[in-house]
């Protein structure tokens, strides 16, 4: 097994991201995603792969984001993750995608000079009127990346119901996410925290690649599933004019 060389799927948004790490060294590809992700993943992938001079049999693991997010999205980046690994014998690396964002924000926060983000509420677009929200506290360490620990686990609400753990105060932690100008207005009075915009992607997948993989998360290929916190994927036309009219109505 080959240490420190990664491959890692992120779809859960409208965005297809995809990294591969060998060593240090890291390369990344980003372009639309969506529709487009099932013809674009696999040709992008094995370009990134090329680039790095790297095969799959060269990977330790197969990392993808896991969920919760877009229901196709999910089940495209878990089949290929699945198939890809299978076809080289290595194991499959799945991650929480409101991690991937927790982390995605305290990297870019690091990059402003800032003081260190140590917790990260996570809210993500879930469509339907409705958000995925987590809550994540990260730790600094000497010796590696640092460990995240999740606070409060994925969960589906309204904005107006979007709550955060109980002894945390406004000014210890971010809210990062894109739901922001999606629902702005939604929000409840009591979340004063700064609100950043971030995406999941794979680059943040290979940096929480390590601790997973040390905390005994990767699983053979055949059990790896993406995690849905929602049974209902769409709304019926009549609800969503329901919907509309309760909206106009409260205006």
Known sequence: MHTNQWLALETSTDTLSLAVARGTQTWTHTSAGGALTSTHMIPQTLALLKEAGLALTDLQAVVFGRGPGAFTGLRTACSVAQGLAFGADLSVLPIDTLLAVAEEA?????????????????????????????????????????????????????????????????????????????????????????????????????????????????????????????????QTTDERMLIKAQQAAAL
Not at 198 to 216: D, E, H, N, Q, V
Request: with cysteine; glycine share 4%.
């Open 106 to 234: 305290r990297a870019a926060n690091a990059l402003t000079g800032a003081a260190p983000v140590t917790r990260v509420l996570a809210v993500m677009d879930a469509r339907m009127e409705q958000v995925y929200v987590a809550a994540y506290e990260f730790t600094p360490d000497a010796d590696t990346a640092g460990i995240w620990r999740c606070v409060q686990a994925p969960e589906l609400h309204s904005p107006e119901t979007l709550h955060w753990p109980a002894d945390w105060s406004q000014d210890s932690f971010i809210a990062a996410g894109n739901a922001w100008p999606v629902y702005a207005g939604r929000w409840p009075d009591a979340l004063t925290a700064p609100q950043l915009m971030a995406l999941p992607t794979a680059s943040a997948l290979l940096r929480l690649a390590p601790a997973a993989w040390a905390a005994g998360q990767a699983v053979p290929p055949e059990e790896a599933l993406p995690l849905y916190i929602r049974d209902k994927v769409a």
